[in-house]
């Protein structure tokens, strides 16, 4: 890919889009809300990702990585969470990260990027199993709790969740447990916007590999999950030379909910 396209595909997807990212896949609120009902084996999980926006605001992509791996590392010591939404999160995060890092690898300080020794085709390979990975992810977990009620989830989640709490008391068990259905449900509504996210990137990669086709159509289905992804939008437009859309007074405002 010639560095003048590079520059082409401008800010817009560029150096922001780890934050952008971010802020569209993990509200602050949702990481952030930490309280006496949040499992106490994944809290330092969430806590840790406090610190995502600090270390994409800084370029500092060593700290990135092994912050993401960190995480991982932890809901994956946990049978429940092995195929959870969160893992998709984190393996989307991972290619939100790796792009930039392609994009832009000229501007970023060797010191700062991990990924320096490979070439920018690797890492938007890279990318691109990333993000494929967490599709599939959240496509897993979203047959497996789609349209449930929820006591329907209680019921499908309890013995698993509860397997390692044993040392906890019933009731904080509980607690620990309605808490977890209440994420749950949520995230059947939220998993929506996050593939929308998902493909987003997926334009991004094909676009990277000249295949303008297959990037309009996945655009045109982030926008199709979720209709306020402007990122999808004005990537869109960028591609087919259309004006850039801009948030409006009340959009910057009053943002759309984006976890």
């Not at 949040?38 to 500092?60: M, N």
């Not at 808490?179 to 509504?189: F, G």
């Amino acid at each position: 890919m010639k560095a003048g396209t590079q520059r082409s595909l401008g800010r817009l997807v560029g150096i922001m889009l780890i934050i952008v990212v971010a802020g569209v896949i993990v509200a602050r609120s949702y990481y952030g809300n930490m309280n006496r009902s949040v499992d106490p084996r994944i809290q330092h999980a969430r806590e840790l990702y406090e610190l995502y926006d600090q270390y994409a605001r800084t370029g500092d992509y060593y700290r990135i990585f092994a912050l993401l791996d960190t995480i991982s590392e932890i809901y994956m010591s946990i049978p429940h969470y092995e195929k959870s939404f969160e893992l998709g999160v984190l393996h989307n995060n991972r290619a939100a990260a790796m792009l930039t890092i392609a994009l832009y690898r000229d501007s970023i300080p060797d010191s700062s990027n991990p990924l320096h020794v490979l070439s920018a085709d690797s890492i938007v390979n890279m990318a691109a199993h990333e993000v494929e990975t967490a599709i599939s992810q959240y496509k897993a977990w979203s047959e497996r709790f789609e349209g449930k009620e929820e006591e329907e989830i209680r019921i499908m989640i309890r013995q698993e969740f509860l397997d390692g709490l044993e040392t906890t008391s019933p009731e904080m068990s509980e607690k620990y447990l309605n808490n977890r259905v209440k994420e749950l449900e949520n995230a059947t509504v939220e998993n929506v916007k996050r593939l929308s996210v998902c493909h987003t990137n997926l334009g991004l990669v094909y676009r990277y590999w000249g295949d303008y086709k297959e990037a309009v159509a996945e655009y045109e289905l982030a926008m199709t999950l979720w209709d306020q992804n402007l990122d999808a939008e004005n990537n869109l437009n960028k591609l087919l030379n259309r004006p850039i859309k801009k948030r409006n007074f009340i959009q910057k405002m009053f943002p759309p909910k984006k976890e």
